[in-house]
């Protein structure tokens, strides 16, 4: 006799990560509520939480090499090779971020455990829109992610650029995923469709050229609220300020949690649920992708503030992933390198912006990067290699990732969108390499004094710089692995 847990597909490991995070969520909050305790137990609780979401990430792919691609829980929730390329990902950068984001807490008198379980409830929220297969569920992971994201921009209430940060993300994410939740409920109403694979299916089944113009529509409005995530242009006019208004210490978990999120979501509609009407899209992502790397690149060159910099610079780096996800599925493993390239390259970036300007800061000039290099060459170092990276310099990751993504688009001739990367390419050497060049080569009577760097901190950022270097001389490992990812479409 089949029970019911056979019936609906229950299977504790496929969900175990976003699980564990969100139990040791809650043993914080009892912890914090019926017993007295120390910070110090706090940190420990946190970060055995987080090695023990790795460990089931590690249990999930025993669980594909045993099932395969398969459903769960009554085709709601979805393990296949996005799945886990996307949990590593969301993984990784609990570890890397852990540092940052628990001093940043730690700074936050009285609220320390509210900002440490607003981190914890997000990443659940990702890696649970990660693993969804129904378009319901992917929306119910995307909103418990940025809901917490949302109230982690403002946390610093005695900083008005916080508080506006806060708002401003919280209002037009609020709009983005109106217009996703509409998409999902025009799929619906069109085709009684409403999960990944049932739209290749149903498309597939009535034939490309009979899909209905509300289904189109649909999915369009599905990818907006995707891109407003992944700040694309024109869908970018919040991340330079809560960039900027944000906790430093945060800003690095922000960022790369809802870009590598929401890219994996994008690459897995590529991949599967319009791979065979992509062409019926071209025309919206060139223009996403060219207003990507036309605004973020003349909005960069004017920018002072090192945060409001990289926010405009992720503009670029969206369009650049955005043009491989709709050109082949060699394009799709293409951003899916370039992706977690750029991740690395982010969290060094903040991680060195948080240990040099401080934890709960806002602003931060480009000018008192100036004299760096006498003092910290260690910090000077790595954060050229990560800004080099960024720029694409050869030797490092981003040079291969530029190179892979270019070198496909001109395969497919599309010769417009290889010109204008290319250009931005250009001109993003002025606006990554200024900050290097105050920070190494110009004088100043008065250099930034010695920074104590923790011995936890170093190791961070140093290996996160090791990686982008060599991802850029052995990239080898990481291409396989993304070709992995896509192979089953090919």
Do not use: H
Not at 28 to 56: A, C, E, Q, R
Not at 236 to 251: E, I, K, L, M, N
Not at 370 to 375: E, K
Not at 458 to 467: E, F, M, P, Q, R
């Amino acid at each position: 006799m089949i029970s019911i847990s056979e019936i609906i597909g229950f299977n504790f490991i496929v969900i175990s990560p976003t699980v564990v995070l969100v139990l040791t969520a809650l043993i914080l909050l009892f912890f914090t509520i019926t017993i007295p305790s120390s910070d110090v137990l706090k940190k420990l609780i946190t970060f055995l939480g987080i090695l023990l979401t790795n460990f089931f990430i590690f249990l999930k792919f025993g669980l594909y090499l045993t099932d395969g691609v398969s459903s769960y829980f009554s085709e709601k929730i979805l393990l296949d090779e996005f799945s886990l390329f996307g949990n590593v990902l969301i993984g990784l950068i609990l570890l890397f971020t852990f540092n940052s984001f628990w001093k940043t807490s730690a700074s936050l008198e009285g609220k320390t455990t509210e900002a440490i379980i607003l981190i914890l409830m997000s990443a659940s929220g990702f890696l649970l829109m990660i693993d969804s297969e129904n378009f319901i569920m992917l929306f119910i992971g995307l909103e418990i992610g940025s809901i917490s994201l949302y109230a982690l921009a403002g946390l610093n209430r005695g900083d008005k650029l916080s508080n506006e940060a806060s708002l401003k993300y919280f209002l037009l994410g609020s709009l983005a995923s109106c217009v996703l939740i509409y998409g999902v409920a025009l799929l619906y109403v069109s085709l009684s469709i409403s999960g990944v694979y049932e739209t290749s299916i149903a498309i597939n089944f009535i034939g490309a050229q009979n899909v209905p113009l509300t289904t189109l529509i649909g999915m369009i409005f599905i990818i907006v609220g995707l891109l407003f995530k992944v700040a694309a242009a024109p869908f970018q006019a919040w991340a330079p300020d809560v960039y900027q208004g944000s906790p430093t210490g945060f800003v690095g978990y922000m960022a790369t949690t809802a870009k590598a999120a929401s890219f994996i979501v994008l690459a897995r509609i590529s991949a599967i649920s319009i791979r065979f009407i992509l062409d019926k899209f071209e025309l919206f992502f060139t223009i996403v992708v060219l207003l990507s790397a036309l605004l973020g690149a003349l909005f960069a060159t004017n920018q002072t503030d090192l945060k409001r910099l990289i926010a405009y610079s992720g503009v670029i780096q969206s369009g650049f992933i955005l043009s491989g996800m709709v050109s082949g599925v060699f394009g799709i493993s293409a951003s899916l390198f370039y992706l977690f390239s750029y991740i690395v390259q982010l969290l060094g970036i903040f991680s060195i912006f948080s240990i040099i300007k401080g934890q709960l800061t806002s602003n931060f000039e480009i000018g008192e990067l100036s004299g760096l290099f006498l003092n910290n060459k260690f910090l000077t170092i790595s954060f050229s290699i990560f800004m080099f990276g960024l720029a694409g310099m050869p030797l490092t990751s981003g040079f291969v990732s530029k190179f892979i993504l270019i070198t496909n688009l001109w395969s497919y001739e599309k010769y417009l969108l290889v010109v204008v990367l290319m250009l931005s390419t250009v001109v993003g050497f002025y606006f990554y390499l200024r900050p290097i060049w105050i920070a190494s080569i110009e004088k100043n009577e008065n250099p930034l004094s010695k920074i104590d760097i923790s011995t936890s901190d170093k190791v961070s950022v140093g290996l996160l710089a090791v990686v982008t270097l060599l991802l850029g001389i052995l990239p080898n490992v990481l291409i396989n692995l993304t070709r992995w990812v896509v192979e089953n479409y090919i």
